[in-house]
Every structure is written in structure tokens, then in C-alpha cells.
């Protein structure tokens, strides 16, 4: 059947956006364990430390885009507990998430789940601490430190290169083709389901999409993208100025089937 006919539908998973140099959910859980681990020999013996001493190594993690480029993973998550404003430290909130970190450093070890999805669903009590990290994930993947500015990098020098010819390529000539013939219009848009958290396709059909000589509409015009997973923000456009928009974007991922249980201590 015809991605065209009225009644398809395409479901894309993880590999949509590997040729642009973010992980498949499967490579998510090592890369993760692996980041975390490295974060943690930078923490050790922090836990239980007096008020100043456990600020300023927070603050350490995220007072400077290149510090916290070397500790992204607990940078980000240790970021949500202080307060800006009135420049103060929650410090029981900062020792319970250094203990979460630990816990996770282990359990994410030889974890049995086969994708960051399936373990959030599995450890619904990590699911905070887990969606900040794959958004540090995709940071690290896609963007790049320059100086003191984390800024997006180019297609043009992810891991695997825009100009070589991928599956977006031909979806977008497919759809072409579609418009020309009449069976592709605002009245009978091609219908995505997209199971990643990044805007990685958006991104390519916004820049790529209209890149030729016949005239085109915007790709919306022509495609519904749902992401039943929810979408992180603009990982592909935006500098990071502050570890707060991991956060922001980590907010934003809703996994299928996940529980709803706020951010509570995990039993033992």
C-alpha cells in the first residue's frame, strides 16, 4: 500500500534519526550507564556533605557551559534544586537525587530492558532522573561545545553526513511526487507516528523539503507527525545556555504505558 492512500499510516522508530547521530533506545541504556558512571567519580563522597560544601560542588556542575559539559548527566538532574533567583540550595532534594543517581549507575548495569523505553515503563520511580538523561544524551550526540556556548551541531558533520542519501531523502521525493500527482494535499496529508523524542525529522523536512526549484508549501502542509512518546524542544535549532533546558526538554518525553508516579524515592 501507498504511504499516499488515504488510509496509511507510517510508524517510525529509533532509526529515523541514527543517521543524524543519535542512539537507537537499545544503545540509550550503556550510553547512559556509561555517562552516569563517568559523572560519578566526579561526586563521590559528596553525599552528606555540609550546606556551603554540597553548593558550591552543585553549583559546580552548572555554573559554566564548559564545566557542565563535563558533568552534563548530573549536572542536569542536581540543576532542578537550586533556585536562581533567590540563590538557594535544597539540599535534602540534592541528597536523595545523588542517592537515585547511584542507585541507577547499578541498576542500569547488564539491565535486561532492550530499550530506554521498555526500562522507563519497568522503573517508573527513575522515570524523572531517566527522561533528563536521554536528553543529555541527545545533547551530546548532536550538539557541540564551542568555547563557552553548546551549540547545535551542523548536518552537515553528524556522525553519519546529511549528504549522503538516507531515508528522509527519499520520503521527501516520494511526497513530491505525491503533490505532482494530486494524491498528497492539505486535504490528504501524508499521517506519521514518529516514536522518538527528537525533532530530528521535523528538522530535516523544514530545511530540505522546500530545497528546489518547483514550488512547495511548508512540509506541514503535507504531513502529520504525531509522537505518542512526546517530543523533547527544539534540540536541533536552539544554543543551550543553561543545564534548566535539559529539564524543559526531558518534560516533554510521556512514554506508552508508563506509570505516573512522581518523583519518589525508589523502595529497596
Known sequence: MSICAKRSVLILGAGVSAPFG???????????????????????????????????????????????????????????HWDSVNRTLDVGGINQDLRRLRNLCGLL?????????????????????????????????????????????????????????NWIHLLINLIRHGIRSGTVS??????????????????????????TESQYDHYTNYIDIVHPHGQCGNLNVDAISSPFQLTEWASGISVVNERNVGNAEPRR
Not at 61 to 80: D, E, H, I, K, M
Not at 128 to 154: F, H, W
Not at 194 to 210: A, K, M, P, T, W
Open 22 to 80: 543519535v542512539p537507537q533506545g537499545a544503545r540509550m541504556i550503556p550510553n547512559i550507564q556509561a555517562g552516569l558512571s563517568a559523572d560519578r567519580n566526579f561526586v563521590d563522597g559528596t553525599e552528606g556533605r555540609l550546606a556551603y560544601e554540597l553548593e558550591r560542588f552543585v553549583r559546580s556542575t552548572f555554573s559554566s557551559n564548559s564545566q557542565f559539559w563535563r558533568q552534563p548527566y548530573f549536572g542536569a538532574v542536581l540543576s532542578r
Open 109 to 165: 548495569l547488564n539491565q535486561t530492558s532492550e530499550t530506554i523505553d521498555d526500562f522507563i515503563v519497568e522503573n517508573p520511580s527513575y522515570s524523572d532522573v531517566i527522561k533528563i538523561c536521554i536528553a543529555v544524551e541527545i545533547m551530546k550526540r548532536t550538539y557541540d561545545l564551542q568555547g563557552e556556548k553548546i551549540s547545535p551541531k551542523s548536518l552537515e558533520v553528524r556522525t553519519v553526513s546529511a549528504k549522503q542519501r
Open 186 to 211: 492539505p486535504e490528504n496529508k501524508i499521517k506519521i507516528i514518529s516514536f522518538n523524542y527528537d525533532g530530528i525529522l521535523e528538522y530535516v523536512l523544514d530545511r530540505q523539503f522546500e530545497n
